[in-house]
């Protein structure tokens, strides 16, 4: 009697001990099959390095982002200046390191909020038949509206704040969000265990939250990504028309807007900030179709 | 094919409702009120009461919506309150340098993205695909406007080959037109350029990959004529499907390059409304390019109908 118990523990830690080898060997190619993936391994490099900079670059830099020295204007990339300071005299270094707060955090809020309420507004339309039709006219109607046109007369209508930014931004790519759920959490709800806990008894707020939505995340990740990059050009296009974020803020969008008028005596103030934006830009959409091609191998060739 | 004609006109209606809805909106979503916002912080309690009833603020909601869109089905979008001219007029005044940079830029990344998208494909996995699909990803990457600066610290500040700014209309001769339009044009239509030119070459990859091709090739056909014959008509559809979307977005991109050249069109008209509060132009130049988008993509549509026989006869 006494043996056999024993027995059967000893059994039962091998069995616990498999498993975990098992979890461990998945976790090893998990990981390898991450680093091996050069979408996320590079755009993850360019992503951190950007973030780093927006975090910590304010805390370096040696100059004030809004003080004036008018004896310094337009003056070109060197020693004292880094990359050359603007029509007012800042420091343009410095205003790309705050610029880089502004611009990472409005396109980081716009992609959390749009995917938020993106996802809300599927799942509701995947799961209540009544609902379905019109919230997807209303996004239908949304997305005819050309994203950057609907974004300038939002911010013009609630004025050009920073939160007004993101929230005409949001306006705008949540009817892409909500696409996109919905069309995964319709192949879900058609499900025979869906069925099944719903035979159960199972709330309905109950299935929708931890038994749809998790099966949308994957899609979501990746949508998230290129709503950020997206967010991050029509902030940097509105700012530089002069319809986003205001004037003495730095963002990047903003210090073009001064650069163009200087296009021809100060081309720092146009490159720099530039080559950042087209920098984010490329790192997150190497982030998404990386992360899409982990998610889902199919994809990949 | 009526049939489907019908359906697709009809299922546009609920869209443009709701179209028109977002849009009478925006001009409610302005925190305090509108009249007192256009006229400045001098204004008497009675110019702004004046202000209101001129622009309908006074009225119910409900009214001021179907007379707004009522107005809008006839042609009439109001007037803009600082040009004192109707701003039906004005959009068509500003038209047509928007049309044109829309137009050559389509023209250009067609003419381009085609022929490469079809050479990466015949040549998969060699140097010249990866080097077109490196390039495309990084067109992708660079939006219409920043191109548009880079182009302009190129050709027009370091060579000074191209004008900077400006527009000369195309009564003024075709060449001057040209000249002022190939950067905006350029600028616009790199971007939807990569996406055809990827799209090409994924759809014809695709259908290179059937087996009647196969059966085309062991038969001795040549390879010009798979591709011509065989292959992109097959592959068509999909690379119209990009075609047309972007070219319903080139107009609206158009508006944000053209500011860069200052090019005098609806782009132009829609900032400088911006800065002077003149909600009746917004209203108005969104309305309508909203509307133009939507009709590009419903000839599109049909156009696949016309192109593909398969599409008109399952939608039936």
Redesign the interface.
């Given at each position: 009697m006494h043996v056999a118990q024993e027995q059967d523990k000893l059994l039962k830690d091998e069995f616990i001990l498999a498993k975990k080898r098992l979890k461990r060997h998945q976790k090893k190619l998990l990981f390898r099959r991450l680093i091996r993936n050069r979408g996320i391994l590079f755009g993850g490099i360019i992503m951190v390095l950007l973030t780093l900079l927006a975090v910590f670059g304010p805390i370096f830099v040696p100059y004030d982002p809004y003080e004036m020295v008018v004896t310094d204007r337009l003056m070109a990339p060197g020693a004292q200046h880094f990359l050359g300071t603007d029509n007012f005299g800042r420091d343009l270094l410095t205003r790309m390191a705050y610029g880089a707060r502004v611009s990472l955090s409005v396109g980081l809020s716009v992609s959390l909020l749009a995917c938020f309420f993106g996802m809300l507004i599927g799942l509701l339309a995947s799961y209540f038949k009544a609902l379905d039709n019109v919230l997807m006219r209303i996004c239908d109607g949304l997305m005819a509206i050309p994203g950057v046109l609907l974004a300038i007369a939002l911010v013009a209508a609630l004025g050009p704040k920073m939160e007004n930014v993101i929230l005409a931004l949001t306006i705008v790519f949540v009817p892409n969000v909500a696409r996109v759920v919905r069309s995964a959490a319709i192949v879900i709800r058609e499900e025979t265990y869906i069925e099944a806990i719903r035979a159960q008894g199972a709330k309905t707020w109950r299935i929708i939250v931890l038994h749809i939505a998790p099966n949308t995340v994957a899609p979501l990740i990746v949508q998230a990504s290129f709503i950020f990059a997206d967010a991050i050009i029509t902030e940097a296009a509105l700012s530089f028309l002069g319809a986003g974020i205001p004037a003495p803020d730095p963002s990047w969008g903003n210090i073009l807007h001064d650069g163009k008028v200087f296009i021809f005596n100060a081309w720092w103030m146009t490159v720099f900030p530039g080559i950042l934006i087209v920098l984010s830009v490329f790192g997150l959409n190497l982030l998404g179709d990386g992360i899409r091609d982990y998610i889902d191998p199919h994809t990949s060739k | 094919m009526k049939m489907y004609f019908l359906k697709r006109l009809l299922s546009l209606i609920?869209?443009?409702?709701?179209?028109s809805?977002?849009?009478f909106m925006?001009?409610h979503?302005?925190?305090g009120d509108p009249a007192s916002l256009v006229l400045g912080e001098e204004a008497t309690e009675e110019q702004i009461q004046a202000m209101r009833a001129d622009m309908g603020l006074d009225l119910p909601i409900l009214t001021q919506y179907f007379h707004w869109i009522g107005n809008a089905l006839q042609g009439d979008l109001g007037t803009s309150y600082f040009m004192r001219q109707p701003v039906t007029e004005a959009i068509v005044s500003h038209l047509a340098p928007t049309i044109s940079v829309a137009i050559i830029a389509g023209t250009i990344s067609l003419l381009i993205s085609i022929p490469i998208g079809i050479l990466a494909a015949t040549r998969r996995g060699t140097n010249t695909d990866r080097t077109v699909m490196g390039i495309s990803?990084?067109g992708?990457?660079?939006?219409s406007?920043?191109l548009g600066?880079?182009l302009?610290?190129l050709f027009?500040?370091k060579l000074r080959w191209l004008p900077?700014a400006g527009y000369q209309p195309i009564t003024d001769g075709f060449f001057g037109h040209i000249k002022y339009l190939i950067l905006p044009s350029i600028a616009l239509g790199s971007m939807h350029a990569a996406l055809i030119a990827r799209m090409t070459r994924s759809s014809l990859l695709e259908v290179l990959n059937m087996n009647y091709i196969k059966t085309a090739r062991s038969k001795g056909v040549h390879e010009y004529l798979i591709i011509t014959r065989h292959t992109l008509r097959n592959a068509f559809l999909p690379i119209l499907t990009v075609i047309g979307q972007t070219f319903?977005?080139l107009?609206?991109?158009a508006?944000?390059t053209e500011?860069?050249f200052n090019i005098p069109g609806i782009g132009q008209l829609?900032?400088n409304?911006?800065?002077r509060?003149d909600?009746a132009v917004?209203?108005g130049?969104?309305l309508f390019?909203?509307c133009t988008?939507?009709l590009i993509n419903l000839i599109v549509d049909l156009l696949y109908g016309v192109i593909d026989p398969r599409v008109r006869l399952n939608k039936k």
């Open positions: - | 609920p869209v443009l409702f709701i179209v809805i977002v849009i925006i001009i979503l302005t925190p990803l990084i992708m990457s660079v939006p406007f920043l600066l880079f302009i610290l027009g500040v900077v319903g977005s107009i609206a991109g508006v944000v500011t860069i829609i900032i409304s911006v800065e509060r909600y917004i209203q130049v969104v390019v909203t988008y939507v």
